[in-house]
């Protein structure tokens, strides 16, 4: 295959090097550390201009290396935009989408039969070629059933979890979320993985700190080159942090997560130097999709999804609304929080659900952008995102390169000296010309919902084909995405389409989406002009993968994954009844 073929090359060329200096050196290309946030937004960084500056070690890894303003998640969802970042390929070309509605966000509950296919190429098993050892730490999430497991898909190792850490649930109903060191499960969240909601105390992210410094210890004493996957998921609700973090924010619990995440990466990268690596080891920092901007009938509610077949239910007392404050410009997400009557009444019945009665504001801030998770206007998508490889990388850059998570797969394989595999459509770009040379690439970002192309950016325009933030009938119960944030004819309520004369905005005047360019203007013209023609080619060579995300089924959520046995953790799983899932927005 290319990928072996390039391998080779690049070995040789390390081996003709080194004995043109005359040693010997056994050829080992760069480590590979790819830091993927969950629901962080572009705003929570220091060096974004959050104003409580909480970030010093982040912050500290952009002045070393370059950051990347303009980059973007392949969906507004977690497993949509982590499929895209192993595979270097949009959703819709992996299957990770649904088509049981038109538009829809769907991802990877435990009642989810789908997953990842076979059929795709993901970056461990092609760093394997180059002999790359590889982890992931934390959120693996595109899916749990057996033969969706990583370490079927060219991860040698894994410590962490399938889904996302919802709960707790009753192991009758629902099973709690597993927790996997490699091939078998050694716990289950709320179990032997506490996560207290009441004080948001969780130990998780030392223990994901802890698996990255040994693994990263382990590898280079083998003196093998390693990729480590870090997918930590402390920002993703419910947020939490260990006991030493909980309260040292200005932000609230969302902050305290976000200091622990840092304080872990200062960590991990100090490792690197102290190893003598760090000139050796290309990382990078981002965020799966923007941050969670909800406002929701029961705070900590699975807004992911509200779960196939599950709306949100009546509106309570415990409403929890994220205002952008708007007499603070971009750059603060002010809370306002109104505290829960009744906070005795746990749930179970529903992926997320879980009790009511929390009272500290979860969720990030997405700096100037429209709306957050779960939308395609900008604060869904665009992400914070650093490269840091000292040595190569020039220190205290900014790239305006349009970036996206995707292009984390090429560069990788570039930075490995493989070739992207040739006989499929491949949508990262190789990065390493932006960071190493300062060099700009035209190329377009796409921005779906399910298997609908909502919006596209090309340079500084960006066309809305669609717009949707979610339904009338979940916004009366209380659930928006884009709480104080109501642009007449932009943040609509039923779906819009425009796919005729799109919504086009300039982000560099009008980053907030919020002035559309007149229909009559050259500007738009030459803009739809441009815009339309890349659309077009999209369209016209677009193979759809199979839809993953359009059956579940009760019987197939974790009940017993293997290594139950030993812990005696197995459940008896109900009778197997496919179900088409339900996905409300
Ligand atoms: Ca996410």
């Not at 979890?161 to 919802?166: A, D, K």
């Not at 919020?514 to 023609?533: F, G, K, M, N």
């Given at each position: 295959m290319a990928a072996v073929a390039a391998a080779t090359r690049w070995q040789l060329l390390l081996v003709l090097s080194a004995a043109g200096l005359g040693v010997t050196l056994a050829p080992q290309p760069p480590n590979i550390l790819l830091l993927l946030m969950d629901d962080m937004g572009w705003g929570d960084l220091g060096v974004y201009g959050e104003p409580s500056r909480e970030t010093p070690n982040l912050d500290q890894m952009a002045a070393e290396g370059m950051l990347f303003p303009n980059f973007y998640a392949a969906n507004p969802l977690c497993s949509p935009s982590r499929a895209a970042l192993l595979t270097g390929r949009l959703p819709i070309r992996t299957g990770f989408y649904t088509s049981n509605g038109h538009a829809r966000n769907a991802y990877t509950p435990q009642e989810v039969v789908g997953g990842i296919p076979d059929s795709e190429h993901l970056l461990p098993e092609l760093l394997r070629t180059a002999g790359y050892a590889s982890k992931i730490v934390g959120k693996w999430h595109l899916g749990h059933r057996p033969q969706f497991h990583p370490l079927k898909h060219g991860f040698d190792e894994w410590f962490g979890?399938?889904?996302?850490?919802f709960g707790p649930y009753d192991n009758k109903a629902r099973p709690n979320i597993p927790v996997y060191r490699d091939w078998e499960m050694v716990g289950r969240y709320y179990e032997e993985f506490p996560i207290n909601l009441r004080t948001g105390e969780a130990n998780l992210t030392q223990i994901y700190v802890q698996e990255a410094l040994d693994f990263i210890k382990g590898q280079q004493a083998a003196r093998r080159p390693f990729f480590l996957y870090?997918?930590?998921?402390?920002?993703?609700?419910?947020v939490y942090a260990s006991r030493p973090f909980l309260g040292s924010s200005q932000r609230g619990r969302y902050g305290d997560a976000v200091r622990e995440i840092d304080a872990g990466i200062g960590r991990v990268l100090r490792l690197l130097q102290d190893l003598g690596v760090a000139e050796n080891t290309f990382v990078f920092f981002t965020s799966d999709n923007g941050a969670a901007l909800i406002s929701a009938p029961k705070q900590g509610l699975d807004l992911t999804t509200a779960a196939p077949g599950h709306l949100p239910g009546e509106p309570s007392p415990g409403v929890v609304n994220l205002n952008?404050?708007?007499?603070?410009?971009?750059s603060f997400i002010s809370t306002t929080v109104s505290v829960p009557q009744n906070s005795s009444s746990p749930t179970s019945d529903g992926p997320g659900r879980e009790p009511g009665g929390q009272t500290c504001p979860e969720g990030g801030s997405n700096g100037p952008f429209l709306c957050g998770k779960q939308t395609t206007f900008e604060g869904g998508m665009r992400e914070p995102a650093i490269a840091w490889w000292p040595g190569r990388i020039p220190a205290g850059q900014v790239s305006h390169q349009l970036g996206s998570i995707m292009d984390l797969f090429t560069t990788s394989l570039s930075v490995a000296g493989l070739e992207p595999p040739s006989d499929r459509a491949i949508d990262g770009l190789d990065l390493l010309p932006a960071m190493l040379q300062g060099r700009l690439m035209d190329r377009p970002i796409f921005y779906y919902r399910g298997n609908t192309l909502m919006a596209v950016t090309l340079g500084q325009y960006k066309a809305h084909f669609w717009t949707w933030t979610n339904s009338w009938e979940e916004f009366r119960q209380g659930v928006d995405f884009c709480p104080g944030q109501n642009i007449s004819g932009v943040t609509t309520h039923t779906q819009e389409e425009h796919t005729k004369l799109p919504l086009i905005f300039h982000l560099g005047r009008d980053p907030g989406e919020r002035y559309p360019l007149s229909v009559a203007s050259t500007e738009y013209l030459d803009a739809l002009h441009r815009i339309t023609s890349v659309v077009q080619q999209h369209q016209e060579t677009l193979v759809p993968g199979q839809p993953q995300l359009n059956v579940c089924n009760q019987a197939v959520m974790n009940w017993a994954p293997p290594g139950c046995e030993k812990l005696g953790k197995c459940l008896e799983p109900p009778e197997s009844v496919p179900e088409k899932c339900s996905w409300p927005h």
């Amino acid at each position: 295959m290319a990928a072996v073929a390039a391998a080779t090359r690049w070995q040789l060329l390390l081996v003709l090097s080194a004995a043109g200096l005359g040693v010997t050196l056994a050829p080992q290309p760069p480590n590979i550390l790819l830091l993927l946030m969950d629901d962080m937004g572009w705003g929570d960084l220091g060096v974004y201009g959050e104003p409580s500056r909480e970030t010093p070690n982040l912050d500290q890894m952009a002045a070393e290396g370059m950051l990347f303003p303009n980059f973007y998640a392949a969906n507004p969802l977690c497993s949509p935009s982590r499929a895209a970042l192993l595979t270097g390929r949009l959703p819709i070309r992996t299957g990770f989408y649904t088509s049981n509605g038109h538009a829809r966000n769907a991802y990877t509950p435990q009642e989810v039969v789908g997953g990842i296919p076979d059929s795709e190429h993901l970056l461990p098993e092609l760093l394997r070629t180059a002999g790359y050892a590889s982890k992931i730490v934390g959120k693996w999430h595109l899916g749990h059933r057996p033969q969706f497991h990583p370490l079927k898909h060219g991860f040698d190792e894994w410590f962490g979890s399938p889904n996302c850490h919802f709960g707790p649930y009753d192991n009758k109903a629902r099973p709690n979320i597993p927790v996997y060191r490699d091939w078998e499960m050694v716990g289950r969240y709320y179990e032997e993985f506490p996560i207290n909601l009441r004080t948001g105390e969780a130990n998780l992210t030392q223990i994901y700190v802890q698996e990255a410094l040994d693994f990263i210890k382990g590898q280079q004493a083998a003196r093998r080159p390693f990729f480590l996957y870090w997918a930590v998921d402390a920002t993703h609700a419910p947020v939490y942090a260990s006991r030493p973090f909980l309260g040292s924010s200005q932000r609230g619990r969302y902050g305290d997560a976000v200091r622990e995440i840092d304080a872990g990466i200062g960590r991990v990268l100090r490792l690197l130097q102290d190893l003598g690596v760090a000139e050796n080891t290309f990382v990078f920092f981002t965020s799966d999709n923007g941050a969670a901007l909800i406002s929701a009938p029961k705070q900590g509610l699975d807004l992911t999804t509200a779960a196939p077949g599950h709306l949100p239910g009546e509106p309570s007392p415990g409403v929890v609304n994220l205002n952008l404050r708007p007499d603070s410009g971009w750059s603060f997400i002010s809370t306002t929080v109104s505290v829960p009557q009744n906070s005795s009444s746990p749930t179970s019945d529903g992926p997320g659900r879980e009790p009511g009665g929390q009272t500290c504001p979860e969720g990030g801030s997405n700096g100037p952008f429209l709306c957050g998770k779960q939308t395609t206007f900008e604060g869904g998508m665009r992400e914070p995102a650093i490269a840091w490889w000292p040595g190569r990388i020039p220190a205290g850059q900014v790239s305006h390169q349009l970036g996206s998570i995707m292009d984390l797969f090429t560069t990788s394989l570039s930075v490995a000296g493989l070739e992207p595999p040739s006989d499929r459509a491949i949508d990262g770009l190789d990065l390493l010309p932006a960071m190493l040379q300062g060099r700009l690439m035209d190329r377009p970002i796409f921005y779906y919902r399910g298997n609908t192309l909502m919006a596209v950016t090309l340079g500084q325009y960006k066309a809305h084909f669609w717009t949707w933030t979610n339904s009338w009938e979940e916004f009366r119960q209380g659930v928006d995405f884009c709480p104080g944030q109501n642009i007449s004819g932009v943040t609509t309520h039923t779906q819009e389409e425009h796919t005729k004369l799109p919504l086009i905005f300039h982000l560099g005047r009008d980053p907030g989406e919020r002035y559309p360019l007149s229909v009559a203007s050259t500007e738009y013209l030459d803009a739809l002009h441009r815009i339309t023609s890349v659309v077009q080619q999209h369209q016209e060579t677009l193979v759809p993968g199979q839809p993953q995300l359009n059956v579940c089924n009760q019987a197939v959520m974790n009940w017993a994954p293997p290594g139950c046995e030993k812990l005696g953790k197995c459940l008896e799983p109900p009778e197997s009844v496919p179900e088409k899932c339900s996905w409300p927005h």
